[in-house]
Protein backbone atom coordinates (compact mmCIF):
# COMPACT_ATOMS: atom_id res chain seq x y z
CA UNK A 1 0.00 0.00 0.00
CA UNK A 2 1.08 3.29 -0.78
CA UNK A 3 2.44 5.82 2.29
CA UNK A 4 2.28 9.79 2.61
CA UNK A 5 2.84 12.02 4.76
CA UNK A 6 -0.43 13.89 4.47
CA UNK A 7 -3.62 12.71 2.69
CA UNK A 8 -6.20 15.60 1.87
CA UNK A 9 -10.09 14.89 0.60
CA UNK A 10 -10.76 17.60 -1.13
CA UNK A 11 -9.25 20.07 -3.55
CA UNK A 12 -11.99 22.79 -3.52
CA UNK A 13 -10.61 26.30 -2.06
CA UNK A 14 -9.39 25.05 1.59
CA UNK A 15 -7.65 21.59 -0.16
CA UNK A 16 -6.16 23.18 -3.01
CA UNK A 17 -4.56 26.32 -1.06
CA UNK A 18 -3.21 23.66 1.46
CA UNK A 19 -1.78 22.11 -1.52
CA UNK A 20 0.00 25.31 -2.72
CA UNK A 21 1.35 26.11 0.84
CA UNK A 22 2.88 22.67 1.07
CA UNK A 23 4.45 23.47 -2.68
CA UNK A 24 5.57 27.41 -1.51
CA UNK A 25 7.15 25.64 1.11
CA UNK A 26 8.95 23.28 -0.63
CA UNK A 27 8.06 20.93 1.93
CA UNK A 28 9.35 17.84 0.15
CA UNK A 29 6.29 15.95 1.99
CA UNK A 30 5.05 13.59 0.27
CA UNK A 31 1.14 15.03 0.07
CA UNK A 32 -2.02 12.75 -2.16
CA UNK A 33 -5.12 14.57 -2.61
CA UNK A 34 -8.11 12.59 -3.69
CA UNK A 35 -10.54 13.95 -5.34
CA UNK A 36 -14.17 13.10 -6.66
CA UNK A 37 -15.07 15.72 -9.25
CA UNK A 38 -13.17 16.54 -12.85
CA UNK A 39 -9.73 18.43 -13.19
CA UNK A 40 -10.22 21.63 -14.00
CA UNK A 41 -10.54 21.93 -17.39
CA UNK A 42 -13.23 19.47 -17.53
CA UNK A 43 -15.00 21.77 -15.32
CA UNK A 44 -17.96 22.76 -17.72
CA UNK A 45 -21.61 23.10 -16.07
CA UNK A 46 -23.48 22.10 -19.36
CA UNK A 47 -26.61 24.51 -18.40
CA UNK A 48 -23.55 27.51 -18.61
CA UNK A 49 -22.22 25.78 -22.25
CA UNK A 50 -26.00 26.14 -23.28
CA UNK A 51 -26.11 22.47 -23.87
CA UNK A 52 -29.30 21.88 -21.47
CA UNK A 53 -31.82 24.34 -19.77
CA UNK A 54 -32.02 23.26 -16.50
CA UNK A 55 -30.30 20.77 -13.91
CA UNK A 56 -29.53 17.57 -15.21
CA UNK A 57 -28.18 16.13 -11.91
CA UNK A 58 -24.80 15.38 -13.32
CA UNK A 59 -22.34 12.82 -11.41
CA UNK A 60 -19.76 14.52 -10.43
CA UNK A 61 -21.60 18.18 -10.62
CA UNK A 62 -19.14 20.27 -11.91
CA UNK A 63 -20.40 23.64 -10.13
CA UNK A 64 -19.49 21.67 -6.61
CA UNK A 65 -17.19 19.47 -7.12
CA UNK A 66 -13.49 19.05 -8.79
CA UNK A 67 -10.33 21.46 -8.50
CA UNK A 68 -11.22 24.53 -7.03
CA UNK A 69 -13.90 22.99 -5.18
CA UNK A 70 -17.68 24.58 -5.24
CA UNK A 71 -15.59 28.48 -5.57
CA UNK A 72 -14.18 27.69 -9.02
CA UNK A 73 -17.57 28.76 -11.41
CA UNK A 74 -18.77 30.77 -8.37
CA UNK A 75 -18.54 34.80 -9.09
CA UNK A 76 -15.18 34.66 -7.26
CA UNK A 77 -16.22 37.59 -4.75
CA UNK A 78 -13.37 37.14 -1.68
CA UNK A 79 -14.84 38.62 1.00
CA UNK A 80 -11.63 39.66 3.42
CA UNK A 81 -13.52 39.64 6.99
CA UNK A 82 -14.28 37.90 10.19
CA UNK A 83 -17.70 39.77 10.26
CA UNK A 84 -19.32 37.05 7.87
CA UNK A 85 -18.32 34.16 5.99
CA UNK A 86 -17.18 31.97 8.97
CA UNK A 87 -15.42 31.81 12.27
CA UNK A 88 -12.08 30.86 12.01
CA UNK A 89 -10.72 33.59 14.16
CA UNK A 90 -12.71 31.83 17.08
CA UNK A 91 -9.95 29.05 16.30
CA UNK A 92 -6.60 31.02 15.11
CA UNK A 93 -7.41 34.82 16.40
CA UNK A 94 -8.68 37.89 14.20
CA UNK A 95 -5.35 38.80 13.47
CA UNK A 96 -3.84 35.89 12.47
CA UNK A 97 -7.02 34.68 9.95
CA UNK A 98 -7.19 38.31 8.43
CA UNK A 99 -3.57 38.24 7.78
CA UNK A 100 -4.13 34.62 6.14
CA UNK A 101 -7.15 35.95 4.30
CA UNK A 102 -4.79 39.09 3.35
CA UNK A 103 -2.31 36.59 2.07
CA UNK A 104 -4.67 34.39 0.08
CA UNK A 105 -5.66 37.55 -1.74
CA UNK A 106 -1.88 38.28 -2.97
CA UNK A 107 -1.80 34.27 -3.66
CA UNK A 108 -4.92 35.32 -6.23
CA UNK A 109 -3.19 38.09 -7.19
CA UNK A 110 -0.17 36.93 -8.35
CA UNK A 111 -2.04 34.48 -10.64
CA UNK A 112 -4.49 37.10 -12.20
CA UNK A 113 -3.48 38.87 -15.97
CA UNK A 114 -6.01 41.75 -15.01
CA UNK A 115 -6.72 44.34 -12.67
CA UNK A 116 -8.82 43.90 -9.99
CA UNK A 117 -10.06 45.95 -7.34
CA UNK A 118 -10.15 46.03 -3.86
CA UNK A 119 -13.75 47.43 -2.18
CA UNK A 120 -14.11 48.50 1.17
CA UNK A 121 -17.12 49.34 2.87
CA UNK A 122 -14.90 50.72 5.37
CA UNK A 123 -15.17 54.48 4.32
CA UNK A 124 -18.59 54.53 2.88
CA UNK A 125 -21.26 57.08 3.56
CA UNK A 126 -23.84 53.96 2.88
CA UNK A 127 -23.67 52.86 6.63
CA UNK A 128 -24.86 55.83 7.69
CA UNK A 129 -27.64 56.05 5.06
CA UNK A 130 -28.63 52.54 6.10
CA UNK A 131 -28.46 52.80 9.72
CA UNK A 132 -31.31 55.75 8.98
CA UNK A 133 -33.34 52.67 8.02
CA UNK A 134 -32.64 50.26 10.99
CA UNK A 135 -30.60 48.42 8.03
CA UNK A 136 -26.86 47.10 9.32
CA UNK A 137 -23.76 47.07 6.74
CA UNK A 138 -21.07 45.01 8.00
CA UNK A 139 -17.38 46.23 7.17
CA UNK A 140 -15.53 44.16 4.63
CA UNK A 141 -12.66 44.20 1.68
CA UNK A 142 -14.00 42.32 -0.99
CA UNK A 143 -12.11 41.40 -4.30
CA UNK A 144 -14.14 40.33 -7.08
CA UNK A 145 -12.80 38.22 -9.82
CA UNK A 146 -15.53 37.03 -11.85
CA UNK A 147 -15.97 33.72 -13.26
CA UNK A 148 -14.42 33.88 -16.07
CA UNK A 149 -11.30 35.11 -14.34
CA UNK A 150 -11.53 32.84 -11.52
CA UNK A 151 -11.37 29.94 -13.21
CA UNK A 152 -7.89 31.53 -15.13
CA UNK A 153 -6.75 31.92 -11.50
CA UNK A 154 -7.15 28.83 -10.46
CA UNK A 155 -5.60 26.59 -13.90
CA UNK A 156 -2.47 28.80 -12.74
CA UNK A 157 -2.58 27.51 -9.35
CA UNK A 158 -3.03 24.06 -10.25
CA UNK A 159 -0.35 24.19 -12.71
CA UNK A 160 1.88 25.81 -10.12
CA UNK A 161 1.29 22.52 -7.84
CA UNK A 162 0.70 19.85 -9.84
CA UNK A 163 4.53 18.66 -10.14
CA UNK A 164 4.80 18.89 -6.38
CA UNK A 165 1.38 17.01 -5.30
CA UNK A 166 -0.18 13.58 -6.42
CA UNK A 167 -3.89 14.56 -7.50
CA UNK A 168 -6.02 11.74 -8.23
CA UNK A 169 -9.69 12.92 -9.63
CA UNK A 170 -13.10 11.76 -10.43
CA UNK A 171 -12.07 9.06 -7.15
CA UNK A 172 -14.09 9.50 -3.91
CA UNK A 173 -13.30 8.81 -0.65
CA UNK A 174 -15.22 6.29 0.90
CA UNK A 175 -13.74 4.68 4.41
CA UNK A 176 -11.36 5.66 6.62
CA UNK A 177 -9.86 3.24 9.41
CA UNK A 178 -6.87 3.25 11.62
CA UNK A 179 -4.47 0.49 12.11
CA UNK A 180 -2.82 -0.57 14.81
CA UNK A 181 0.44 1.27 13.95
CA UNK A 182 -1.89 4.82 14.09
CA UNK A 183 -1.72 4.98 10.45
CA UNK A 184 -4.77 6.26 8.64
CA UNK A 185 -5.67 3.63 6.52
CA UNK A 186 -8.05 5.45 2.99
CA UNK A 187 -10.29 3.45 0.60
CA UNK A 188 -11.47 4.97 -2.51
CA UNK A 189 -14.45 3.77 -4.71
CA UNK A 190 -12.22 2.28 -6.86
CA UNK A 191 -10.90 0.09 -3.83
CA UNK A 192 -7.25 1.40 -4.03
CA UNK A 193 -5.92 1.66 -0.54
CA UNK A 194 -3.64 4.93 0.85
CA UNK A 195 -1.85 4.91 3.93
CA UNK A 196 -0.81 8.62 6.17
CA UNK A 197 -0.10 9.57 9.18
CA UNK A 198 -1.58 13.07 9.14
CA UNK A 199 -5.50 12.73 7.30
CA UNK A 200 -6.89 16.04 6.20
CA UNK A 201 -10.34 16.17 5.72
CA UNK A 202 -11.38 19.54 3.26
CA UNK A 203 -14.89 17.91 1.62
CA UNK A 204 -16.63 21.16 1.77
CA UNK A 205 -20.03 21.36 1.94
CA UNK A 206 -20.82 18.41 -0.91
CA UNK A 207 -18.94 16.45 1.82
CA UNK A 208 -20.27 17.45 4.82
CA UNK A 209 -22.33 14.60 5.45
CA UNK A 210 -19.42 11.88 5.02
CA UNK A 211 -17.56 13.93 7.03
CA UNK A 212 -20.29 13.92 9.45
CA UNK A 213 -20.16 10.04 9.18
CA UNK A 214 -16.58 9.51 9.63
CA UNK A 215 -16.28 11.65 12.86
CA UNK A 216 -19.21 9.80 14.23
CA UNK A 217 -17.23 6.96 13.60
CA UNK A 218 -14.36 8.01 15.52
CA UNK A 219 -16.49 10.06 18.17
CA UNK A 220 -15.50 13.33 17.74
CA UNK A 221 -17.92 15.92 18.86
CA UNK A 222 -21.04 17.38 15.96
CA UNK A 223 -23.08 20.09 16.05
CA UNK A 224 -25.70 20.97 13.76
CA UNK A 225 -28.28 23.24 15.26
CA UNK A 226 -28.23 26.42 12.35
CA UNK A 227 -29.51 26.67 8.69
CA UNK A 228 -30.52 29.78 6.81
CA UNK A 229 -33.24 29.96 4.08
CA UNK A 230 -34.47 32.34 1.96
CA UNK A 231 -34.88 33.91 -1.76
CA UNK A 232 -32.62 34.80 -4.16
CA UNK A 233 -33.67 38.04 -5.77
CA UNK A 234 -33.11 39.71 -9.12
CA UNK A 235 -33.77 42.68 -10.44
CA UNK A 236 -32.84 45.68 -12.30
CA UNK A 237 -28.78 46.30 -11.92
CA UNK A 238 -29.88 50.08 -11.73
CA UNK A 239 -32.03 49.90 -8.10
CA UNK A 240 -28.91 48.73 -6.79
CA UNK A 241 -26.26 50.52 -8.79
CA UNK A 242 -25.47 53.41 -6.51
CA UNK A 243 -24.66 50.58 -3.40
CA UNK A 244 -22.55 48.09 -5.90
CA UNK A 245 -20.42 50.87 -7.75
CA UNK A 246 -19.11 51.86 -4.20
CA UNK A 247 -18.28 48.85 -2.42
CA UNK A 248 -19.50 45.56 -5.07
CA UNK A 249 -21.12 43.46 -2.31
CA UNK A 250 -22.91 44.72 0.92
CA UNK A 251 -24.18 42.81 3.54
CA UNK A 252 -26.84 44.16 5.16
CA UNK A 253 -28.73 43.06 7.96
CA UNK A 254 -31.95 43.47 9.58
CA UNK A 255 -33.96 42.41 12.54
CA UNK A 256 -37.74 42.16 11.65
CA UNK A 257 -39.88 43.77 13.87
CA UNK A 258 -42.60 41.02 13.22
CA UNK A 259 -40.64 38.34 14.84
CA UNK A 260 -37.35 39.77 15.89
CA UNK A 261 -35.59 36.91 13.30
CA UNK A 262 -32.16 38.08 11.63
CA UNK A 263 -32.88 38.65 7.71
CA UNK A 264 -29.13 39.71 5.48
CA UNK A 265 -28.24 40.21 2.18
CA UNK A 266 -25.88 37.30 0.94
CA UNK A 267 -23.76 36.96 -2.12
CA UNK A 268 -24.40 39.94 -4.14
CA UNK A 269 -24.12 39.80 -7.96
CA UNK A 270 -24.16 42.37 -9.80
CA UNK A 271 -25.41 42.20 -13.61
CA UNK A 272 -25.10 38.87 -12.88
CA UNK A 273 -26.55 35.26 -13.33
CA UNK A 274 -28.85 33.51 -11.46
CA UNK A 275 -27.82 29.92 -11.02
CA UNK A 276 -29.56 26.22 -9.69
CA UNK A 277 -27.14 24.48 -7.74
CA UNK A 278 -27.40 20.84 -7.47
CA UNK A 279 -26.40 19.48 -3.85
CA UNK A 280 -26.71 15.62 -3.36
CA UNK A 281 -30.03 15.68 -5.71
CA UNK A 282 -31.32 18.69 -4.11
CA UNK A 283 -31.64 22.08 -6.16
CA UNK A 284 -31.59 25.20 -4.85
CA UNK A 285 -30.83 28.66 -6.16
CA UNK A 286 -27.45 30.75 -6.17
CA UNK A 287 -26.13 33.42 -8.31
CA UNK A 288 -22.87 34.53 -10.24
CA UNK A 289 -21.64 38.14 -12.37
CA UNK A 290 -19.16 37.78 -14.76
CA UNK A 291 -16.01 40.50 -14.97
CA UNK A 292 -16.72 40.61 -18.99
CA UNK A 293 -18.94 42.81 -19.41
CA UNK A 294 -19.68 40.77 -22.06
CA UNK A 295 -21.29 37.96 -20.35
CA UNK A 296 -23.10 40.43 -18.17
CA UNK A 297 -26.82 40.72 -17.60
CA UNK A 298 -28.93 43.66 -17.20
CA UNK A 299 -29.91 42.41 -13.38
CA UNK A 300 -28.18 42.48 -10.06
CA UNK A 301 -29.36 39.44 -8.09
CA UNK A 302 -28.66 38.45 -4.08
CA UNK A 303 -29.89 36.27 -1.52
CA UNK A 304 -32.06 37.33 1.56
CA UNK A 305 -31.76 34.71 3.91
CA UNK A 306 -33.62 33.95 7.66
CA UNK A 307 -31.42 32.44 9.87
CA UNK A 308 -33.16 29.53 11.90
CA UNK A 309 -30.89 28.03 15.32
CA UNK A 310 -32.96 24.95 16.89
CA UNK A 311 -32.30 23.83 20.36
CA UNK A 312 -32.68 20.32 21.62
CA UNK A 313 -33.82 18.29 21.28
CA UNK A 314 -33.96 18.81 17.57
CA UNK A 315 -30.32 18.24 16.28
CA UNK A 316 -30.82 18.19 12.22
CA UNK A 317 -31.22 21.93 10.88
CA UNK A 318 -29.92 21.12 7.14
CA UNK A 319 -32.59 18.09 7.16
CA UNK A 320 -35.30 20.87 7.97
CA UNK A 321 -33.29 23.17 4.98
CA UNK A 322 -33.40 20.30 2.38
CA UNK A 323 -37.16 19.37 3.20
CA UNK A 324 -37.82 22.96 2.38
CA UNK A 325 -35.76 22.65 -0.83
CA UNK A 326 -37.65 19.40 -1.19
CA UNK A 327 -40.89 20.96 -1.22
CA UNK A 328 -40.31 23.77 -4.36
CA UNK A 329 -38.50 20.84 -6.52
CA UNK A 330 -41.59 18.67 -6.08
CA UNK A 331 -43.82 21.66 -6.94
CA UNK A 332 -41.03 23.57 -9.65
CA UNK A 333 -39.59 20.31 -10.79
CA UNK A 334 -36.58 22.53 -9.63
CA UNK A 335 -36.40 26.48 -8.66
CA UNK A 336 -39.52 28.09 -8.42
CA UNK A 337 -40.20 31.89 -9.69
CA UNK A 338 -42.16 34.41 -8.59
CA UNK A 339 -42.76 37.93 -9.22
CA UNK A 340 -42.75 40.01 -6.14
CA UNK A 341 -46.22 41.75 -6.72
CA UNK A 342 -47.86 38.47 -7.10
CA UNK A 343 -46.28 37.25 -3.79
CA UNK A 344 -47.96 40.41 -1.92
CA UNK A 345 -51.24 39.76 -4.22
CA UNK A 346 -51.31 36.02 -2.90
CA UNK A 347 -51.57 34.62 -6.21
CA UNK A 348 -49.30 32.49 -8.34
CA UNK A 349 -46.69 33.73 -10.93
CA UNK A 350 -47.67 31.75 -14.42
CA UNK A 351 -46.43 32.05 -17.96
CA UNK A 352 -48.60 35.00 -18.67
CA UNK A 353 -47.80 36.98 -15.59
CA UNK A 354 -44.44 36.67 -16.62
CA UNK A 355 -45.04 37.39 -19.91
CA UNK A 356 -45.63 41.01 -18.49
CA UNK A 357 -42.64 41.14 -16.59
CA UNK A 358 -40.22 43.82 -17.17
CA UNK A 359 -37.25 42.06 -15.55
CA UNK A 360 -36.64 38.94 -17.65
CA UNK A 361 -35.41 36.46 -15.17
CA UNK A 362 -31.65 35.11 -15.92
CA UNK A 363 -32.54 31.50 -15.07
CA UNK A 364 -35.24 29.40 -16.67
CA UNK A 365 -37.62 28.60 -13.53
CA UNK A 366 -40.84 27.15 -12.77
CA UNK A 367 -43.21 30.16 -12.30
CA UNK A 368 -45.02 29.33 -9.43
CA UNK A 369 -45.99 30.71 -5.72
CA UNK A 370 -43.42 30.31 -2.97
CA UNK A 371 -45.84 30.46 -0.20
CA UNK A 372 -46.68 27.21 -0.60
CA UNK A 373 -42.99 25.80 0.19
CA UNK A 374 -41.50 28.71 2.27
CA UNK A 375 -42.76 28.77 6.18
CA UNK A 376 -45.12 31.56 6.85
CA UNK A 377 -42.40 32.97 9.88
CA UNK A 378 -39.73 33.43 7.31
CA UNK A 379 -41.32 34.55 4.23
CA UNK A 380 -43.16 37.48 5.99
CA UNK A 381 -39.48 38.21 7.08
CA UNK A 382 -38.29 38.39 3.76
CA UNK A 383 -41.33 40.71 2.49
CA UNK A 384 -40.39 43.45 5.44
CA UNK A 385 -36.84 43.22 4.36
CA UNK A 386 -37.79 43.89 0.93
CA UNK A 387 -39.63 46.92 2.01
CA UNK A 388 -36.61 47.50 3.97
CA UNK A 389 -34.27 47.47 1.79
CA UNK A 390 -36.73 49.35 -1.04
CA UNK A 391 -35.53 52.90 1.60
CA UNK A 392 -32.31 52.71 0.54
CA UNK A 393 -32.79 51.39 -2.94
CA UNK A 394 -36.31 52.36 -4.41
CA UNK A 395 -37.54 50.11 -6.35
CA UNK A 396 -36.60 46.63 -4.81
CA UNK A 397 -39.93 46.71 -3.51
CA UNK A 398 -41.76 46.89 -7.44
CA UNK A 399 -43.87 44.18 -8.28
CA UNK A 400 -41.64 43.15 -11.15
CA UNK A 401 -38.60 42.12 -8.63
CA UNK A 402 -38.37 38.26 -9.12
CA UNK A 403 -37.55 36.13 -6.02
CA UNK A 404 -36.38 32.53 -6.87
CA UNK A 405 -36.94 29.81 -4.27
CA UNK A 406 -35.30 28.36 -2.14
CA UNK A 407 -32.16 29.42 -1.46
CA UNK A 408 -30.70 27.47 1.47
CA UNK A 409 -27.60 28.10 3.20
CA UNK A 410 -26.68 24.85 5.12
CA UNK A 411 -24.24 25.16 8.15
CA UNK A 412 -21.99 22.31 8.01
CA UNK A 413 -22.53 20.11 11.30
CA UNK A 414 -19.69 21.74 13.60
CA UNK A 415 -16.46 19.41 13.99
CA UNK A 416 -15.04 19.78 17.34
CA UNK A 417 -11.69 20.92 16.63
CA UNK A 418 -8.44 22.28 18.42
CA UNK A 419 -6.74 25.38 17.54
CA UNK A 420 -5.15 23.81 14.70
CA UNK A 421 -8.11 22.06 13.35
CA UNK A 422 -7.24 18.88 14.75
CA UNK A 423 -9.76 16.45 15.64
CA UNK A 424 -9.72 14.44 19.40
CA UNK A 425 -8.19 11.76 17.31
CA UNK A 426 -4.64 12.54 16.86
CA UNK A 427 -3.87 13.23 12.77
CA UNK A 428 -7.30 13.93 11.53
CA UNK A 429 -7.46 17.27 10.94
CA UNK A 430 -11.00 19.02 9.34
CA UNK A 431 -10.73 21.99 7.28
CA UNK A 432 -13.25 24.06 5.11
CA UNK A 433 -16.37 24.63 5.50
CA UNK A 434 -17.25 20.46 5.59
CA UNK A 435 -16.42 21.32 9.55
CA UNK A 436 -18.55 24.42 9.45
CA UNK A 437 -15.88 26.29 10.50
CA UNK A 438 -15.91 28.59 7.15
CA UNK A 439 -19.14 29.27 5.18
CA UNK A 440 -16.31 31.27 2.25
CA UNK A 441 -13.79 31.34 -0.06
CA UNK A 442 -11.24 33.19 1.50
CA UNK A 443 -11.93 31.78 5.04
CA UNK A 444 -11.97 28.17 3.73
CA UNK A 445 -8.33 28.77 1.89
CA UNK A 446 -6.97 30.36 5.14
CA UNK A 447 -7.69 27.56 6.99
CA UNK A 448 -6.12 25.44 4.28
CA UNK A 449 -3.07 27.60 4.35
CA UNK A 450 -2.73 27.75 8.34
CA UNK A 451 -3.24 23.74 8.59
CA UNK A 452 -0.63 23.25 5.72
CA UNK A 453 1.73 25.54 7.41
CA UNK A 454 1.08 23.79 10.91
CA UNK A 455 2.04 20.56 9.86
CA UNK A 456 5.30 21.49 7.75
CA UNK A 457 6.99 22.77 10.79
CA UNK A 458 5.32 20.11 12.76
CA UNK A 459 6.52 17.02 10.39
CA UNK A 460 9.99 19.02 9.68
CA UNK A 461 10.72 19.62 13.23
C1 LIG B 1 -22.42 28.50 -6.93
C2 LIG B 1 -21.61 28.94 -5.73
C3 LIG B 1 -21.11 30.23 -5.69
C4 LIG B 1 -20.34 30.64 -4.59
N1 LIG B 1 -19.82 31.90 -4.61
C5 LIG B 1 -19.02 32.30 -3.61
C6 LIG B 1 -18.37 33.57 -3.64
O1 LIG B 1 -18.46 34.31 -4.62
N2 LIG B 1 -17.63 33.93 -2.57
C7 LIG B 1 -17.45 33.13 -1.47
O2 LIG B 1 -16.75 33.52 -0.54
N3 LIG B 1 -18.02 31.91 -1.43
C8 LIG B 1 -18.78 31.47 -2.46
N4 LIG B 1 -19.35 30.22 -2.41
C9 LIG B 1 -19.00 29.35 -1.28
C10 LIG B 1 -17.58 28.80 -1.48
O3 LIG B 1 -17.48 28.23 -2.75
C11 LIG B 1 -17.24 27.81 -0.37
O4 LIG B 1 -17.35 28.46 0.88
C12 LIG B 1 -15.82 27.26 -0.53
O5 LIG B 1 -15.62 26.70 -1.80
C13 LIG B 1 -15.55 26.20 0.54
O6 LIG B 1 -14.30 25.60 0.32
P1 LIG B 1 -14.01 24.11 0.84
O7 LIG B 1 -12.63 23.76 0.45
O8 LIG B 1 -14.37 24.00 2.26
O9 LIG B 1 -15.04 23.18 0.09
P2 LIG B 1 -15.38 22.98 -1.53
O10 LIG B 1 -14.85 24.17 -2.23
O11 LIG B 1 -16.77 22.65 -1.54
O12 LIG B 1 -14.45 21.74 -1.88
C14 LIG B 1 -14.66 20.46 -1.41
C15 LIG B 1 -14.15 19.47 -2.44
O13 LIG B 1 -14.15 18.16 -1.85
C16 LIG B 1 -14.57 17.20 -2.82
N5 LIG B 1 -15.13 16.05 -2.09
C17 LIG B 1 -16.24 16.00 -1.32
N6 LIG B 1 -16.38 14.78 -0.77
C18 LIG B 1 -15.35 14.03 -1.22
C19 LIG B 1 -14.97 12.67 -1.03
N7 LIG B 1 -15.64 11.84 -0.22
N8 LIG B 1 -13.85 12.22 -1.68
C20 LIG B 1 -13.13 13.04 -2.49
N9 LIG B 1 -13.46 14.35 -2.70
C21 LIG B 1 -14.56 14.83 -2.08
C22 LIG B 1 -15.59 17.95 -3.65
O14 LIG B 1 -15.69 17.38 -4.92
C23 LIG B 1 -15.02 19.38 -3.68
O15 LIG B 1 -14.25 19.63 -4.82
C24 LIG B 1 -20.10 29.77 -3.50
C25 LIG B 1 -20.61 28.46 -3.54
C26 LIG B 1 -21.35 28.03 -4.64
C27 LIG B 1 -21.87 26.63 -4.67
Known sequence: MKK???IIIGAGASGAFASY?????????????IEKGNSIEKRICPIK??????????????????????????????NITTNFGGDIHNYIGKEKAIELMEYVDEVLCSFDDGESKLYTTKSSNLKTVAL????????????????????????KMYEYVKNNIEIKFNTCCSEVEKNSKGEYIVTTDKGEEFACNHLILAS?????????????????????????????????????????????????????????????????????????????????????????????????????????????????????????????NMLGGGVLLQRFGDLIKGRRSDKKRMEKCFTIPTLKATPGDLSLVIPKRQLDSIIEMIYALDKIAPGTANGDT??????????NSRVEVDENFET?????????DGGGATHSLSQASACGVYVARYLNSLLKS
Open 21 to 33: EFTKLNSNLKVLI
Open 204 to 328: GRSGSKWISKICKQFNIGLLSNQVDIGVRVELPAEVFKHITDEVYESKIVYLTKEYNDLVRTFCMNPYGQVVAENTNGIITVNGHSYANPEFQSENTNFALLVSNRFTEPFKDSNDYGESIAKLS
Open 132 to 155: RHDLHLLEAKVRHFGTDRNIEILK
Open 424 to 432: AEKGLYVVG
Open 402 to 411: LLYGVEVKFY
Open 4 to 6: YDV
Open 49 to 78: AGKVESCIGCIPCNIMNGFGGAGTLSDGKY
